[in-house]
């Protein structure tokens, strides 16, 4: 096979439950997760459009990853139908309850595994663990160079520039390949899946599964029993159950209603 | 790196001292007071990491704001924040003195930081907790909020040290300052090689917030979301902002689409605010957005969409266009405001 000419970029992909979707279980206080639709992790597919964009202009090829249970094929196979070229599912009984530490680990080791990258991309958070470490945990087991919480890259020959978005400003990165990035969410609008994705989905052979075995993961370093946190306990918060008084109609009288009511209620001066 | 694995070898509260232009961030004060409380309860002390160049003063700073020693990493390399040479110094500052628990501000650099860095130690971090606790085993108890703020999940790190995590801005008090209050300050180096700064900032854009009140202060918030439509449609908000002597905050979409700056951000990767009153325009009431304002004392909301999430947590609410409602609003509020100084007038 001709080496493919362009950077191998390769996207870290998480399917998480639709966050809107969790609700707390009244009677139970606990949240209610089965049933509730998932999808993939919102900033993840501002990951996924931020290499396939540098594929449409650079070529080479986007490869994307999950680590998981398999139902979670189903968000490699939206990816694979935006346009990446190849996915791989590491799923194995033995990384459940994996922290961030191993998780990072493992997905080093796939990305070793692949053989052959150049700049691997993450989002900047997930809504169900929202740490935000992986990508930068998957830059430290790798030991190359990292720019987080980025908008926009760009490719300069065998170099990257980011602009990374921080409390007080925009900063312009600038590192040697490869490079783990991490992609903010709403940094652009993800394309969506095209027909001719979806039929080469279907047609089949473009995912790959691996055990920990396969890829030669250590079973002593993943896994809930090798994972340095614990959720010991979840509290659910118990917010005040607010009777919202709802205003419509007439915009001049809404408001009024609305300002009265505010005031009869001492929330504002009269 | 492999640490040693006896946790009785781990002393000390540690925080992870950010500096950014010239000044330490809040955070990391805020934090000073934390770990003091956290050290008296495990009959410690706490030590402060500061990377940087030309810092002394601010270690200086350091002490009396708590600080017990601050170890100093001195270097004109070190001047801005980059993620290799700032994990080297933590880790190799860790491996030699061994604490037993690391604070980090939870800002983009802390979270980069400390994700890159418990990876290469392989121990625990907690990311983003709002409080803290220590256990009857004499663990950390890492509290976050998980979930969009539905729940809090109590973190432990029970078999690996250090104990490390990142705690949001402004969740914690400021200590007071002791001028003069002294401690160790002790050089320590570090050894970089080329490849630990391959990596360059190249520019740097401030923006600057122009907005005398911060949100996370301010009695009122006014927020506009991705409603407003335009970043002029702003001046609206600003409007009724001052009638009621508060400032202006903004959902994530609203500033990521440019239209104010970063510091206006209310929500779970922004600011978590608790005025007495809370009034959101055009903004839906996304989880992520409810999680930095659903403590606040009155929830107003306007939006068009009587089925907008946001309805769920107000207390008062107004389904219709805000282009017509806030106008009226202000209108209304003035004209209050000027027959009740006409009243106290003729009184
Ligand atoms: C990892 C992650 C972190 C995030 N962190 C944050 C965060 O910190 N803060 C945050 O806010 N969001 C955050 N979000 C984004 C969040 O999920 C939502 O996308 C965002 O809050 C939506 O902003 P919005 O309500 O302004 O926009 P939209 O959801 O687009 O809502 C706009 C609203 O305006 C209403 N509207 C439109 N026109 C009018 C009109 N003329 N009059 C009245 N109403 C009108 C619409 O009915 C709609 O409800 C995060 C998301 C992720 C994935
Ligand atoms: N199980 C996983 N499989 C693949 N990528 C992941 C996984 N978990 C996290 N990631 C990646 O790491 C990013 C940050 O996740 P987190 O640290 O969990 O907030 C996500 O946006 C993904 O890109």
Redesign the interface.
């Known amino acids: 096979m001709p080496e493919p000419k362009g950077p191998r970029s390769i996207v870290c992909i998480k399917q998480v439950p639709k966050?809107?979707e969790?609700q707390?279980d009244p009677v139970t206080n606990t949240?209610k997760r089965v049933g509730v639709p998932s999808e993939i992790n919102p900033p993840d597919r501002n990951a996924l459009e931020m290499a396939l964009q540098i594929k449409d202009k650079h070529g080479g090829e986007v490869f994307v990853v999950t680590m998981g249970p398999p139902v979670f094929t189903a968000a490699l196979e939206e990816a694979l139908a935006m346009g990446c070229d190849r996915a791989f599912l590491l799923t194995d009984r033995l990384l459940g309850g994996s922290?961030?530490?191993p998780t990072?680990?493992a997905l080093s080791e796939v990305i070793l595994k692949i053989g052959g990258y150049d700049l691997v991309f993450c989002g900047?958070?997930t809504?169900?663990a929202?740490?935000?470490?992986?990508?930068?945990?998957?830059?430290?087991?790798l030991d190359c160079?990292?720019?987080?919480?980025c908008?926009e890259a760009e490719l300069l020959g065998d170099r990257v520039?980011a602009r990374?978005?921080?409390?007080?400003?925009?900063?312009?990165?600038?590192?040697?390949l490869p490079c783990v990035i991490t992609v903010?969410?709403?940094?652009s609008q993800p394309r969506p899946e095209s027909l001719t994705g979806k039929i080469r989905v279907k047609r089949g052979g473009l995912i790959t599964t691996w055990s920990c075995a396969d890829v030669g993961i250590d079973p002593n370093k993943v896994g809930i029993r090798n994972?340095?946190?614990?959720?010991?306990?979840?509290?659910?918060?118990v917010?005040p159950d607010?009777?919202?008084?709802?205003?419509?109609?007439d915009?001049?009288e809404?408001?009024?209603n609305?300002?009265d009511?505010?005031v009869a209620?001492g929330?504002?001066?009269? | 790196m492999t640490l040693p694995r006896d946790k009785s070898l781990y002393k000390g509260v540690w925080v992870f001292l950010e500096a950014?232009q010239g000044t330490l961030r809040d955070v990391s004060l805020q934090l000073l007071g934390e770990a003091r409380r956290l050290a008296d309860l495990r009959g410690t002390d706490v030590s402060g990491v500061l990377p940087g160049h030309a810092v002394e003063p601010l270690a200086r700073e350091a002490i009396e704001y708590g600080a017990d020693r601050v170890y100093l990493v001195e270097d004109p390399r070190l001047a801005s924040y980059?993620?290799?040479p700032y994990?080297k110094v933590m880790a190799s500052l860790i491996e030699r003195h061994r604490p037993e628990i690391v604070l980090f501000g939870a800002?983009?650099?802390g979270?980069?930081?400390?994700?890159?860095?418990?990876?290469?130690l392989?121990?625990?971090?907690?990311?983003?907790c709002v409080k803290f606790e220590i256990?009857k085993d004499g663990n950390l108890?890492m509290i976050r909020?998980?979930?969009?703020?539905?729940?809090?999940?109590?973190?432990?790190?029970?078999?690996?040290r250090p104990q490390m995590a990142s705690a949001r801005p402004n969740v914690f008090p400021k200590p007071p300052r002791k001028p003069g209050r002294t401690g160790e300050i002790l050089p320590e180096a570090v050894p970089f090689t080329e490849k630990d700064f391959?990596?360059?900032?190249?520019?740097?854009?401030?923006?600057?917030t122009g907005q005398e009140a911060k949100i996370e202060e301010a009695r009122i918030v006014v927020s506009g979301g991705y409603g407003l439509r335009d970043p002029k449609n702003f001046k609206m908000l600003e409007e009724l902002a001052a009638e009621?002597g508060g400032a202006v905050g903004a959902s994530?979409?609203a500033v990521?689409a440019g239209w104010v700056p970063?510091?206006y951000q209310v929500g779970?990767?922004g600011k978590t605010v608790r005025p007495?009153?809370y009034i959101a325009v055009g903004i839906s009431g996304?989880?992520?957005h409810l999680a930095g304002m659903?403590?606040s004392e009155?929830?107003?909301?306007v939006n068009l969409d009587?089925k907008a999430?946001i309805?769920?947590?107000?207390?008062?609410?107004?389904?219709?266009?805000l282009f017509?409602?806030v106008p009226?609003?202000v209108r209304?509020?003035r004209e209050?405001k000027a027959h009740?100084a006409v009243s106290v007038a003729t009184r």
């Open positions: 966050a809107q969790l707390v949240l922290d961030t530490v990072a680990y900047e958070e809504t169900d929202s740490t935000g470490h992986v990508g930068p945990g998957i830059a430290g087991h160079a990292q720019i987080t919480y908008s520039r990374r978005a921080v409390e007080d400003g925009f900063e312009t990165w600038e590192c040697p903010n969410f709403l940094s994972s340095p946190t614990i959720v010991a306990k979840v509290d659910t918060v917010l607010r009777k919202a008084k709802i205003f419509r109609g915009p001049k809404a408001v009024a609305l300002l009511a505010m209620d929330v504002i001066a009269p | 950014r980059r993620s290799r994990t800002t983009k650099n979270r980069d930081l400390g994700g890159r860095l418990h990876a290469v392989e121990t625990g971090l907690a990311a983003d256990d108890d909020p998980s979930f969009g703020g539905k729940s809090l999940a109590h973190i432990l790190c029970k078999q690996h391959d990596t360059t900032i190249a520019t740097f854009e401030e923006r600057r009621l994530r979409k990521d970063k510091a779970q990767t007495k009153l996304a989880v992520q659903q403590e009155k929830i107003v909301a009587h999430s309805f769920e947590i107000a207390d008062y609410g107004i389904v219709g266009d017509q409602i009226e609003m209304q509020i209050r009740r």
